[in-house]
């Protein structure tokens, strides 16, 4: 069994930062793709960024230039670094990860950005 375990959610200012985090433990061998996706209340979820394991990125021309995401596939662990936040960030985020023969999502990590 595989499990998905975000951390970095919080509370933070408008134009302020934050880190979050998604580590995979368990049995995989070698992620080939993650992403991020985030939902509001009473929206659809949708994709923030992703990234493979050669490196290319994508992201929702929403944050684009101000968020980073990120992958170590030898710790099994990608982060998505977010900047210079808006209210309009405030989401459920999960994280999603592809392996062989896998397609797994974290339970989420709420951001709240409010003053």
């Known amino acids: 069994q595989v499990q998905l375990v975000e951390s970095g959610g919080g509370l933070v200012q408008p134009g302020g930062s934050l880190r979050l985090s998604c580590s995979a433990s368990g049995s995989i061998f070698s992620i080939n793709a993650m992403g991020w996706y985030r939902q509001a209340p009473g929206k659809e979820r949708e994709l923030v960024a992703q990234?493979?394991?050669?490196?290319?990125?994508n992201y929702a021309d929403s944050v684009k230039g101000r968020f980073t995401i990120s992958m170590d596939n030898a710790k099994k662990t990608g982060y998505l670094q977010m900047n210079s936040l808006k209210p309009d960030d405030t989401s459920v985020y999960y994280c999603?990860?592809?392996?062989?023969?896998?397609?797994?999502w974290g339970k989420g990590t709420l951001v709240t950005v409010s003053s």
């Open positions: 999603r990860v592809v392996a062989y023969n896998l397609d797994k």
């Open positions: 990234v493979s394991s050669g490196g290319a990125t």
